[in-house]
Each structure stands twice: as structure tokens, then as C-alpha cells.
């Protein structure tokens, strides 16, 4: 069992950045693909990025490449969201997620994560 609390979110300017941290339980965070999604006000909830539980290969949705890193520290159970270049699009409440079980490969899709955050609300002014 996976449990995830996110923190970071907040206020922020057009161009401004921000870090989110997504905190897990659990001796085997190494062993699980994280991503991260997000869900603005009537939108679906979309994926923004993932990362690999092996090589640390990392995924991100075309919206946000070349803008946000997506890292993970094993020994911290730590998995980190850095966002710079923010546009109002952005806003929106940010999740992390963990693969529905160990050893699973990171994924778009969020069927594919089984552990969910609470959120942060990430909020850019224009």
C-alpha cells in the first residue's frame, strides 16, 4: 500500500515557477512508476507527467515539455514536480499517483495508478 501527500502549490505570476513534492509511504516507492496529473475547473483530470520505477526514464504530456521536470528521490520517497515558464493554463489542482503495483511501467493514462493524492491547487495569475 502506497499512501501520497502532496505539498508545494500555491500563487504564482505568469513565468513564475514553482516545486511540488509528493511525499509516499511505504518501503518500496522505488519499486513504483509515479506521475503526476492535473484537473482545472470543469476539464478532465489530464496527465502531465511520469517517471519510470527502473531507469528513470521520463514521460511528459506535449503541454508542458521543455517546461516542468519531473525527478524522484528514492532514498526521500520523494517524487518532485518543478514547473517553470507557468501560464494561466496551468492552473489547475496538481496529483500525484503511484502504478497500480510495483514494477509497473509508467503510463499516460491515469486507469494505469491505483494511489492518488489529496491534491495542490496550483494557482497562475496572468
Known amino acids: 500500500q502506497v499512501q501520497l501527500v502532496e505539498s508545494g502549490g500555491g500563487l504564482v505570476q505568469a513565468g513564475g515557477s514553482l516545486r511540488l513534492s509528493c511525499a509516499a509511504s511505504?518501503?518500496?516507492?522505488?519499486?513504483?512508476?509515479m506521475g503526476w496529473f492535473r484537473q482545472a475547473p470543469g476539464k478532465e483530470r489530464e496527465f502531465v507527467a511520469a517517471?519510470?520505477?527502473?531507469?528513470?526514464?521520463?514521460y511528459y504530456a506535449g503541454s508542458v515539455k521543455g517546461r516542468f521536470t519531473i525527478s524522484r528521490d528514492n532514498a526521500k520517497n520523494t517524487v518532485y514536480l518543478q514547473m517553470n515558464s507557468l501560464k494561466p493554463d496551468d492552473t489547475a489542482v496538481y496529483y500525484c499517483a503511484g502504478a497500480r503495483s510495483a514494477y509497473y511501467s509508467a503510463s499516460y493514462y491515469s486507469d494505469e495508478y491505483s494511489y492518488w493524492g489529496q491534491g495542490t491547487q496550483v494557482t497562475v495569475s496572468s
Open positions: 517517471i519510470s520505477w527502473s531507469d528513470g526514464s521520463t
Open positions: 511505504g518501503r518500496t516507492f522505488s519499486s513504483y512508476a
